[in-house]
């Protein structure tokens, strides 16, 4: 039996683009498309695929639009040649697989007035009935019957859009499958304190075919998910957890995500450095839940936590709804500056899928930005987290009089690069300070983490706090954390030096700054605190974006 499509990594292809004069230079993150199967022996390495009606990129890791400062060159990447494949790279361990997808052949482009007047509804997991976990089990029974492709884009603007069209997809396939074009994915609601906050049970039964025996024996129900795990267990009460996640939930989505770079993720044109920068949701909690979830005791945390085997939990689809639920919510919740990007670069990026059909379909990113218009909706559930702002510390001062938060001690930019294999302490310049309301409205003060390089074959986990002790615990309630770095382990084409990523993590800080009164201050103290793995920083510093 074939298992559930996985996420995967790195690329061999070449991709094609139209010629211009001159043309600009096109850098890309060498990404790989793979068809990841898991045969029964565990060993046999498929490179047949009778079927095709799973839900795949193959064919194509992505086609960001190409759009350089200068609007005369630009131009969209085209769909790599996939004959060009080439071999995975899969981490010690992993189960053999076929890297390649079928050869696409002529695509027709996604057209959104086709979809269906018939509405999906995506249920949250922990609220459905019999009748729908019979229909449901049938259909990943079915799926799982298949051969299985699919590709990941993770660390920039593609993440939500990306993942959308995949659940859009996969949903299709299984509501085929089953015989109702109405059926609509469950979301596992793990911000939800009513219920959510623990693996769903429709999938912890072993008889089902939503079950999968490699997760975290210790994370079965009742279990609470830590959505700022750090790979061992809080040793807290269930109330903190709770109220954990919920601040964890405001920070990320509400003070954090106040910008479409900020939230979605720094823009990735050709010419750019691969690995722009991961949005505040994608660092948290959508890494931690997946090491969460996953089976420590397996040689790659198989299978939610590393990004190659993901895709074969059921769980992993659930995940990705209630982030993709979440980006919906995300643009209710106020604020100018809180909507998607507008720029050609961004809604002109394109994607390969396989439809339910088998056929494969060529998407923009402009046609998924209202789920409504693709034919789903979620079904309303609370969102208790959105007044879940920190709590203000006691403010201290220091024998000199100076906040702790404007304290002067600590290293200088010379200090950097460093390797965070302890806690690192920074003063940072503020650039503007005493800032009005209007202009707060305007721009947002960021903390930029730059220059961040580690093993992506790892998970990586840092936090960044503001006017913290020497030896103060910060949890994810404290209003002294900024936010974090996170790295979900995968595989990357290449050599050593290639699997060495190089990224930069952006956190709005202004209401971090209300919150410590620290607004006035001329400099902040920055801590930056390892928490799994080893990373090196080039660089902290402050800027101000408006989206």
């Known amino acids: 039996m074939a298992s559930l499509p996985s996420l995967a990594v790195s690329s061999s292809f070449r991709f094609h683009r139209r010629r211009y004069s001159p043309p600009p230079p096109i850098k890309h993150s060498r990404k790989l498309i793979k068809a990841t ?107 799982k019957a298949l051969p299985d492709l699919e590709v990941q884009v993770h660390n920039s603007w593609l993440f939500f859009p990306w993942h959308r069209y995949y659940l859009y997809f996969h949903e299709k396939i299984l509501g085929k499958l089953i015989g109702d074009p109405t059926f609509g994915l469950p979301f596992w609601n793990w911000d939800n304190p009513a219920g959510g906050m623990q693996l769903p049970a429709i999938y912890a039964d072993p008889t089902s075919p939503l079950y999968n025996p490699l997760r975290d024996p210790n994370h079965q129900p009742p279990a609470l998910t830590d959505l700022d795990y750090s790979g061992q267990d809080a040793t807290i009460t269930p109330r903190d957890q709770v109220s954990d996640n919920l601040t964890n939930m405001y920070r990320q989505v509400v003070a954090s995500g106040k910008t479409a770079t900020l939230f979605l993720g720094s823009p990735y044109r050709a010419g750019d450095e691969p690995n722009p920068g991961p949005g505040s949701f994608e660092s948290t909690p959508h890494g931690p839940v997946h090491l969460w979830t996953g089976d420590p005791a397996q040689p790659n945390g198989e299978d939610m936590g590393n990004f190659y085997s993901a895709a074969r939990d059921p769980i992993f689809f659930a995940h990705h709804t209630n982030i993709d639920r979440v980006w919906n919510v995300w643009k209710t919740l106020g604020g100018k500056r809180r909507v998607d990007f507008a720029t050609p670069d961004f809604l002109d990026a394109s994607f390969l899928f396989y439809d339910e059909n088998a056929d494969p379909v060529r998407v923009r990113v402009r046609d998924c930005l209202e789920s409504g218009k693709m034919g789903f909706v979620y079904q309303d559930v609370a969102d208790a987290w959105t007044g879940s702002r920190p709590r203000p510390p006691t403010k201290t001062v220091s024998k000199s009089g100076k906040t702790a938060y404007g304290s002067v001690e600590g290293q200088t930019a010379s200090f950097f690069p460093v390797v965070l294999d302890r806690r690192v302490k920074v003063e940072v310049k503020r650039p503007r300070k005493s800032r009005s309301k209007e202009e707060k409205e305007d721009e947002e003060e960021v903390l930029v983490v730059e220059g961040i390089e580690y093993d992506s074959r790892k998970f990586v986990k840092f936090d960044v706090c503001v006017g913290i002790d020497d030896d103060e615990v910060v949890t994810a309630a404290s209003a002294k954390l900024a936010g974090c770095f996170v790295n979900v382990p995968h595989g990357h084409k290449g050599d050593e030096a290639m699997k060495r990523f190089k990224t930069k993590l952006r956190l709005g800080i202004s209401d971090l700054l209300e919150d410590l009164e620290a607004e006035g201050d001329d400099s902040i103290m920055v801590t930056l605190v390892p928490r799994s793995g080893v990373a090196s920083v080039g660089g902290v510093k402050i800027e101000f974006l408006r989206d």
């Open 37 to 143: 199967s898991r045969p029964d022996d565990g060993h046999e390495n498929r490179n047949t695929t009778a079927r095709r009606d799973v839900l795949v990129a193959g064919g194509l890791y992505y086609g960001a639009a190409v759009l350089t400062p200068s609007p005369a060159f630009s131009q969209p990447i085209t769909a790599p040649d996939t004959t060009q494949c080439g071999a995975a790279d899969l981490p010690a361990g992993a189960d053999p697989t076929n890297c390649c997808p079928p050869p696409a052949g002529r695509f027709k482009d996604f057209d959104p007035t086709s979809v269906s007047s018939r509405t999906r509804v995506r249920p949250a997991a922990h609220l459905v009935d019999e009748a729908y976990v019979a229909k449901y089990k049938r259909a990943v029974e079915l799926m």
